[in-house]
């Protein structure tokens, strides 16, 4: 299948570990986040999304941290499985603008 | 069955020739947009419409147009002004900006479009 970064950092993890991505954002405006999962040759699927007025939002299996001090949130996957193999990226919407602005990614290889 | 649907997946286009990608929602979202994918980088806003017969340049619009006569389709042709056109090609809708605290992007599957 299609690759959708050839070159993006990569975060391997054994099936069953906890899995931890970050994403830095530039804005300070940004109030509003979130967290796509791409698998090859597929449109991204919303995973979860968290507003700046919360530090942490739980899903089923993930969690959503935002730290705005720093300008960083991360997306934690407990209980990593192979299906959770993909790029994953996050995406920032400053308030005085309809846009997201989208990171280029990480990628997520989980092993057996 | 609701959601955003992209045709083709893959579309060859000839030097000098104009292509046309399709994209339906049935989720009767507002808005909807345009964004280009290359290997390592992140998606960019080509077009988007937040309203029927409305639309907007995103970041890289040069080359592309588009058109919003249906609610439910927004398709964009690439055209031969458009010097770079290989890549993945991802259409999202959302509930419309201005009236919702929804901004959440929904995307198609995308289409593959290569040069011959």
């Known amino acids: 299948g299609e690759s959708v970064g050839l070159h993006l950092p990569t975060l391997s993890v054994q099936e069953g570990d906890n899995s931890i991505i970050n994403c830095a954002y530039s804005n300070s405006a940004s109030d509003y986040f979130i967290w796509y999962k791409q698998e090859s040759g597929k449109g991204p699927q919303f995973i979860i999304d968290?507003?700046?007025?919360?530090d942490k939002r739980q899903g089923q299996r993930v969690t959503v941290l935002l730290n705005k001090t720093v300008k960083h949130l991360s997306l934690q996957i407990a209980a990593t499985q192979p299906g959770d193999s993909a790029v994953y990226f996050c995406a920032e919407r400053s308030y005085n603008t309809d846009k997201l602005i989208f990171g280029t990614g990480t990628r997520l290889q989980v092993f057996p | 069955d609701g959601g955003i649907t992209q045709s083709p997946k893959y579309l060859f286009r000839k030097e000098g020739q104009n292509v046309t990608l399709s994209c339906e929602q049935n989720?009767?979202?507002?808005?909807m947009y345009w964004y280009r994918q290359d290997p390592g980088q992140g998606l960019r806003l080509i077009y988007y419409s937040q309203i029927v017969n409305d639309f907007q340049k995103g970041d890289i619009a040069e080359g592309y147009s588009v058109s919003r006569e249906k609610k439910e389709s927004f398709p964009l042709t690439v055209t031969s002004a458009q010097k770079n056109p290989t890549a993945f090609y991802l259409c999202?809708?959302?509930?419309?900006?201005?009236?919702?605290?929804?901004?959440?992007?929904?995307f198609g599957p995308g289409t593959r479009l290569l040069v011959l």
């Open positions: 968290i507003r700046s007025n919360m």
């Open positions: 989720l009767n979202h507002d808005a």
């Open positions: 999202a809708s959302s509930i419309d900006l201005a009236t919702s605290a929804q901004e959440t992007q929904y």
